[in-house]
């Protein structure tokens, strides 16, 4: 996906959701980012994107681990499809109730 173009539509659609919304692609690059999203966490969401996520996106849970390491999309098991709400912090402190869905290649 072409960060600084995304497809049509998906700005306007992800900006009607009452949540956040980030996609982050097979190469751990941070693609897309909702205006919602980058206000919960309080970043600049349009300075982050095509940047690596784990450097523009750190999230830690109350064990200060690193959720990225941990959660592991791109090394987990093909059957893994996602990863449960979870309370998670960013580096500034903010709480956030995360939710992941992993968009796999069929086999």
């Known amino acids: 996906?072409?960060?600084?173009?995304?497809?049509?539509?998906?700005?306007?659609?992800?900006?009607?959701?009452?949540d956040g919304?980030?996609?982050?692609?097979g190469q751990q690059t941070l693609v897309f980012c909702s205006a919602r999203a980058g206000r919960l966490m309080?970043?600049?969401?349009e300075g982050i994107l095509g940047r690596p996520v784990r450097e523009v996106l750190p999230l830690h849970d109350s064990?200060?681990?690193?959720w990225w390491?941990?959660?592991?999309?791109?090394n987990s098991l093909?059957?893994?499809t996602g990863h449960r709400e979870k309370l998670l912090w960013t580096s500034t402190?903010?709480?956030?109730?995360?939710?992941?869905?992993?968009?796999r290649k069929p086999l």
């Not at 996906?1 to 009452?18: C, I, Q, R, S």
């Not at 919304?21 to 692609?25: A, E, Q, R, S």
């Not at 390491?69 to 791109?74: E, H, Q, S």
């Open 1 to 18: 996906m072409d960060v600084t173009n995304p497809p049509p539509g998906v700005t306007e659609m992800a900006d009607v959701l009452p």
């Open 42 to 45: 309080d970043v600049d969401y």
């Open 69 to 74: 390491d941990y959660a592991d999309p791109w």
């Open 21 to 25: 919304l980030v996609v982050v692609d």
């Open 78 to 80: 093909h059957t893994v």
């Open 63 to 66: 064990d200060g681990r690193a």
């Open 93 to 103: 402190g903010v709480e956030l109730l995360v939710t992941a869905r992993y968009l």
